[in-house]
């Protein structure tokens, strides 16, 4: 019930009852005092009764004859008195303290946000214009929760972060160190092993370059910084040109290689420059951890459900189930593959990439050891 509304029941309430409970208590006093005092010696007329100054002789006389009969009257001007303040405090206390009430909640629920509590709920009021206040309340209370859990996690990640930082970087380099000082110490004595040590030190910082970038493009992803510029295109035609692309990268780490794409145009908003990032990061996984001898890579593509679906199988080490969910959280990598080179950025950028396509990506895998399949989900363009 809106204020203005309660304000008016309990006005109305209020000039109800004091007139019921004077009307009761007059007309007891009446009877009493007909039946204790002689009135009928007043001999007053109907018509004397319009006549201001007969009728005050007439009581005036009554009074001086029964001078007992003041001390009834002044009971029961008190008694009228007393219930009028008795009900009008009685009801404005009750008005004042549902208010009070829901005030004072709001009170102790700011001081609890002051001090940092947000492990608590604002309860509703009887009153609409208060209900909503302390519904807008209990909802800043939420986001408060919420952003101070982002908060928690972005420290967490950070803290991740600057520590695998550290360890991504400390192998390459430490390797750039040792050759570097292998050639100074006159260790690359000739042609062939000087070519060999400088070969290996532009390998170590292709691999720190390709760790900054990652470092970049996660950077601008994660502060909504990088322009994506979308335009319709089929994404079985760019996923066909892609592999064509790889196919000398398979050759050369003897992967074999199941094309599943079919002929037929799946149209989508892309931004090809991004999402080739997506699947160069997808195919990179599946040649770093497949299996070691007899590696196997499958891409296979449909269409479903008003969307593309884009499979990326591997045959390698697999993911346990507990770890599935964590995969695409930046640095996140399983403990078996921190032997294995690589930022562990990849899934990151990848992820959110095709969230900002309005898609999906999920991993699947049935166990260690049983492979790893990526799936990409892409919605089909009007």
Known sequence: MKIKSRFTVYNIIMLITPIIMIGVISVCFLVTFIM????????????????????LRAVGGFFESNPGSVLYVLLWLILCTSTLVLSTTLFTGMMTKSMEKSINDLTKAARYVRDGNLDFEVMGSVYDEIDVLCGNFDAMRKELKLAEQREKYMKRERSMLLANIS???????????????????????????????????????????????????????ELSRMIFEFEKGDINAFLRGFIKDCRLDFEKNNITFINNIPDSPAFVRLDYEKIKRVFSNLIDNAVKYGNADNPALEISAFT????????????????????????????????????????????????????NHGGKIWLKSEGLGKGTTAVVYLPLAE
């Open 304 to 355: 479903r459900d008003g969307g593309a679906y884009v499979c990326v199988a591997d045959n390698g080490m697999g993911i346990d189930e507990n770890e599935i969910k964590n995969v695409f959280d930046g640095f996140y990598r399983v403990d078996s593959s921190r032997s294995i080179k690589g930022s562990g950025l990849g899934l990151g950028i990848a992820k959110k990439i095709v969230e």
């Open 167 to 221: 360890h991504d970087l400390k192998t390459p380099i430490t390797s750039i160190k040792g050759y570097v000082e292998g050639i100074r110490d006159g260790v690359a004595d000739t042609p062939e092993k000087m070519e060999r040590y400088l070969d290996t030190i532009y390998s170590k910082t292709e691999v720190i370059d390709e760790m900054v970038n990652n470092l970049s493009v996660f950077s601008k992803l």
């Open 36 to 55: 204790k005092f002689p009135v009928e010696e007043m001999q007053i007329s109907r018509a004397a009764l319009l006549n201001p100054s007969v009728l």
